[in-house]
């Protein structure tokens, strides 16, 4: 069976190493360790992965010098594990490069289906058009959404809004990168915005609104559609 | 001739009665016999008023022609030429028309008065000068013409006539004032019911010499601006000399009778010589404040002509100066303040008021005096040796050249000896050398010789002259002399204030430096700041010894602020010092607070490192308990996975895992335990007495198969330590799992013990990277290891932990190099008795 992607694990922790190894061997990744950032940056020049999963407090150099190490001549997806849960930490991550943020403890079903999200948009084309899920449908081609068979209407802003989240589904999508896809370039603050359009898109589709299922929101951090399995 | 007598009607607006009042009291003393006449009167139509005229003889009015037109005016001359006793005058501020005696009828009724003829005059309120103006804001008519107030005060008599504002205002409907096409506009403008009042207020305050203070409050009640600036103004002179309160209570007392302002003058001389003392000056300047005196301070060298200069552009009336101090020599040569004042005042009155009465103690008090004479007894001796040894000299000199000099160059060569002593030893040996000059160049050198007559006049007169000039020229050398003292005082002084102005801007903290100028300039034994505490006082900074402990031991204290007070002690400190040290007091209390703010800084920022501190603890305890639960979750939901199978020995793996983090986890809260207890002292001890080799097993036991590569030396036959066998097993447990984590997995750890005599020494040797020397004591510091960065894994709890139990057993932990390399704990206890 040819690996399903090549992933680069960087932590200090054995243990985490290890369980970290054994799930995504299991399911055919082939996976690379490093225990420190300089040996982080040694083996993605090395070997190439497809996928990084990076712990933030390493010995010798930080987490956050390591992202942008990586990003000075790669835009392989890189998906931060840590303890390290103030907004000022995540956003620093994300701002360096990172592509999401998981915090630690966490669970090995959510890691791995943040991993697949991340490798997914590093592989365009390979996603679908059609996102069906229990309670409405997303056209992404025809620009067309779907609830109980009757079409629902979204502005032109909205719309923009869902289709950047959906195409980018699983996938953490920074306050920052959304506003300047949706608004333009030199909107970049303005988070307000955000919050109201997608207050109206989760009353349009989301079966309880005040409780998203889909469009979650990651305080500090931004927005994610969940595609629930 | 005696001056006629002046009696006025004085009334507040037309038709209150006057002309009537003058005309029945002409009649009146008519009755009785004395010899009235009228010499003019206006009756403006109003019958009852030409009625009173009755019999009395009027001088007919004089015919001038202006213009014309023929106008009628009093005849003086027809006055003086009939020379009544006494004469009626209406309308004392009428304006005569041009071409008449006088500009003025109150010129004509000076003249007739001087002339000895009693007047009998009526008035109007609205027409005195003084008023004029006030009149106008209430009335809004102004008036032409006006008499000075001087004329009217001069006046021996004044009556008012007084009607109330209704009843004039009645007598004016009824057609008694005007005729009856004027009544109405009458009514309506100038005899308004508001009017009237102020006006009759005006009058009666006028008259009752209250004016000034009530008409204020009139004119503030109704809303009428301006000010109205007739107030008597007292001057007082302060000085600063005792016995000022006399003075100042008497010009307040002769300011309130005046209902007049109250002004203290202070000229400030500009040679700063003057004798003065602040502490009065300052009591003066409060008591003045006290009784509401305003108070100014001017600088000026000619003191009298000053303060007469300031009470003039104050408007003063009265100038209150006290008797003069100064001794009588002193008035001879330079003249006094009360004779410059006298001579200036001009129209002021000058008060010169004894201060015997005062309370304030002359002797008592610390007047000021320089203390240095600027010419020192040295001085003086060295000019008369130079005296007594240079006059016989050149008489001697000028014996020989007798034929070729005259006596005034005889004289001049004695006067260049007298300069010379003066300007050694000023006045005094100066004198002294001019007499001895003019004793020796009249017996010497004057006909006939060797007589002390002089039979030249010429000859003598050269000789007083030279006297004269020798005296003058001693006395300007001494005065010179005495004022470069002073001034080199002066500038020493502000050389003092800068360079403490200095400290205090460099110096951190320039509290100290400062005590230590302040000693140094003053000359004094010992200086301190002394801080109020309750009823203690603790020394806040201070130079020499032995230091005050308290304001009342000190020579000197003067407060700096509610709390702090500096204390001078055994010093020669001279009352002129004061003004220095009260300069420095403000340096002082600046000094003082900035201390404070800098303590009050230094807390703040202790509190924020405090608060950093205890952030980077949380943070690194957040890492310390998160970090093994990540490996636990991870491993367990690995495990959970239902989609791909774990092969047997990854889940043995992951189990394994799971375990080996639960004992971490476990031992970390358990440590975090111990030091909280240690921190807050909650730990209870168990003593008994325990031998090394019964703990190192158990504490070996509790770690596991890591500890198998401990290489143990610890004899049973050493004696027994007093402990805790608990927390000594846990001490000894941290050691060596630290000791494990450091060293290489290959190198043995070496565990053994020994006794010297009084003690047991158990030492723990590993072959790791050691700990440099500088690092041995952070070690042991909770969290040293700031954040999540595992910079050396694990070190974050466990040394601190042994370390705190061992020291509360009262043992001893001490970190060295292990020979070879590594490092090497000990941990010492004494011998159990």
Redesign the interface.
């Known amino acids: 069976m040819d690996p399903v992607a090549r992933v680069l694990v960087v932590d200090d922790e054995q243990q985490i190493r290890r369980a970290l190894t054994i799930n995504l061997r299991a399911r055919g990744y082939d996976v690379d360790v490093a225990k420190t950032g300089e040996e982080a940056l040694e083996i993605a020049a090395r070997c190439h992965p497809d996928v990084v999963v990076l712990d933030l407090g390493l010995p010798g150099i930080d987490g956050v010098e390591v992202i942008r190490g990586i990003r000075g001549w790669s835009q392989v997806p890189i998906v931060v594990l840590s303890v390290r849960e103030t907004e000022t930490d995540k956003v620093a991550a994300l701002d360096a490069g990172a592509d999401d943020y998981v915090t630690k403890p966490f669970g090995m079903d959510e890691l791995l289906a943040r991993l697949r999200a991340a490798l997914r948009r590093a592989t365009p084309g390979a996603e679908e058009a059609v996102i069906e899920t229990p309670d409405f449908g997303i056209d992404l081609a025809s620009k067309r959404v779907t609830r109980d068979g009757e079409e629902i209407r979204l502005t032109p802003t909205e719309w923009h809004v869902v289709d950047v989240l959906v195409r980018n589904r699983g996938r953490l999508v920074a306050q920052r990168q959304l506003l300047q896809e949706v608004w333009g370039p030199q909107y970049h603050d303005e988070t307000n915005y955000l919050r109201v359009f997608m207050a109206q898109v989760r009353r349009k589709l989301e079966p309880d609104p005040s409780r998203p299922r889909y469009f979650i929101t990651e305080p500090g951090m931004g927005y994610r559609f969940e595609l629930p399995d | 001739m005696a001056r006629g007598k002046l009696r006025i009607y004085l009334g507040a607006a037309p038709g209150v009665g006057k002309t009537y009042a003058m005309l029945n009291e002409g009649y009146r003393a008519h009755e009785r016999g004395a010899d009235v006449v009228i010499g003019v009167y206006e009756t403006h139509g109003r019958e009852s008023t030409a009625a009173q005229a009755r019999d009395l003889e009027v001088i007919p009015r004089k015919s001038i022609e202006h213009r014309e037109t023929t106008f009628e005016e009093m005849d003086v001359d027809a006055i003086l030429a009939r020379k009544p006793e006494r004469v009626l005058v209406d309308e004392l501020a009428h304006t005569n028309v041009p071409g008449s005696l006088h500009e003025k009828r109150w010129q004509d009724v000076e003249m007739l008065l001087d002339a000895g003829i009693d007047v009998i005059s009526t008035l109007n309120i609205q027409h005195l000068e003084s008023v004029n103006d006030v009149v106008e804001q209430i009335t809004g008519v102004k008036q032409g013409e006006t008499i000075p107030d001087e004329v009217v005060r001069r006046a021996d008599q004044l009556e008012l006539v007084d009607m109330s504002p209704e009843a004039l205002r009645r007598r004016m409907a009824h057609g008694n004032i005007y005729p009856a096409e004027r009544v109405d506009a009458s009514l309506a403008n100038y005899f308004r019911l508001g009017n009237l009042a102020a006006l009759r207020e005006l009058a009666l305050l006028w008259v009752a010499d209250r004016v000034e203070e009530n008409l204020q409050a009139y004119l503030e009640e109704h809303g009428i601006e301006g000010a109205w600036e007739t107030r008597e103004r007292v001057v007082v002179a302060l000085t600063g000399a005792p016995g000022g309160d006399v003075l100042i209570r008497r010009a307040a007392r002769m300011a309130r009778r005046a209902h007049g302002d109250l002004v203290g003058v202070h000229i400030r001389p500009t040679d700063g010589l003057a004798e003065r003392s602040p502490e009065l000056l300052a009591k003066h300047r409060q008591l003045l404040d006290d009784l509401g005196g305003v108070y100014q301070e001017i600088a000026a060298t000619d003191v009298g002509v000053a303060l007469v200069n300031v009470a003039k552009a104050e408007r003063a009336t009265q100038l209150v100066l006290g008797e003069s101090r100064q001794s009588r020599m002193t008035h001879l040569i330079r003249g006094s303040v009360i004779s410059q004042v006298l001579r200036a005042a001009d129209s002021i009155d000058v008060h010169v008021i004894s201060t015997t009465g005062s309370e304030e103690d002359p002797a008592g008090v610390p007047l000021v005096r320089r203390r240095s004479p600027g010419i020192t007894r040295r001085r003086q001796v060295a000019a008369l040796v130079v005296a007594a040894v240079a006059l016989p000299l050149v008489t001697l000199l000028l014996d020989v050249l007798r034929e070729q000099l005259s006596l005034p160059s005889v004289l001049l060569i004695y006067l260049l000896v007298v300069v010379a002593v003066a300007s050694i030893g000023g006045f005094l040996p100066a004198a002294m050398a001019a007499i001895g000059g003019f004793l020796l160049g009249n017996y010497f050198f004057t006909h006939p010789v060797h007589t002390f007559t002089v039979a030249d006049d010429d000859n003598l007169v050269a000789l007083i002259v030279f006297v004269i000039v020798g005296a003058v020229v001693g006395d300007l050398v001494s005065r010179v002399a005495r004022r470069r003292v002073q001034a080199a005082q002066a500038q020493a002084e502000a050389e003092t204030l800068a360079r403490l102005s200095g400290t205090l801007l460099s110096e951190q903290d320039p509290l100290p430096a400062l005590m230590v100028g302040l000693r140094s300039a003053f000359g004094c034994a010992s200086v301190a700041v002394l801080r109020r505490d309750g009823d203690e006082w603790h020394i806040e900074s201070s130079a020499g010894e032995p230091v005050p402990q308290r304001p009342e031991e000190a020579q000197v204290s003067v407060p700096l602020d509610a709390e702090t007070t500096l204390a001078v002690s055994g010093s020669g400190l001279g009352a002129s010092d004061l003004n220095t040290l009260r300069a420095f007091t403000g340096q002082l209390s600046l000094a003082v607070e900035r201390r404070r703010l800098r303590a009050e800084a230094a807390t703040a920022e202790g509190l924020v490192e405090a608060n950093e501190l205890r952030t980077a603890l949380l943070a690194a305890v957040?890492?310390d308990l998160?970090?093994?639960?990540?490996?636990?979750?991870?491993?367990v939901?690995?495990l959970?996975?239902s989609d791909?199978?774990?092969?047997t020995a990854?889940r043995t793996?992951?189990l394994e895992?799971i375990d080996?983090?639960t004992d971490r986890l476990n031992n970390l809260v358990g440590n975090l335990l111990d030091m909280s207890r240690l921190q807050t002292g909650a730990l209870e001890l168990v003593w008994r007495a325990v031998g090394f080799d019964e703990i190192v097993p158990a504490a070996l036991q509790s770690l596991g198969d890591p500890a198998a590569r401990v290489v143990v030396e610890v004899p049973e036959t050493l004696p027994r330590v007093n402990a805790d066998a608990a927390l000594l097993e846990r001490a000894v447990a941290n050691l060596l799992a630290n000791a494990l984590r450091a060293s290489p997995p290959d190198r043995p750890i070496r565990i053994f013990a020994g006794a010297t005599p009084g003690r047991v020494e158990l030492t723990i040797a590993d072959e790791g990277p050691g700990i440099p020397v500088d690092q041995r004591e952070e070690v042991f510091r909770p969290f040293q290891r700031l954040?999540?960065?595992?910079?050396g894994d694990g070190v974050g709890l466990g040394l601190a932990v042994a370390r705190g139990f061992v020291e509360a057993m009262h043992g001893e932990l001490t970190i060295d190099d292990t020979p070879g390399g590594g490092a090497s704990v000990h941990v010492a206890f004494p011998v159990a008795t």
């Open positions: 957040s890492h998160r970090t093994p639960l990540a490996s636990i979750k991870a491993s939901t690995s959970l996975q791909v199978t774990i092969a990854s793996e992951l895992a080996a983090e954040g999540d960065r595992p910079d």
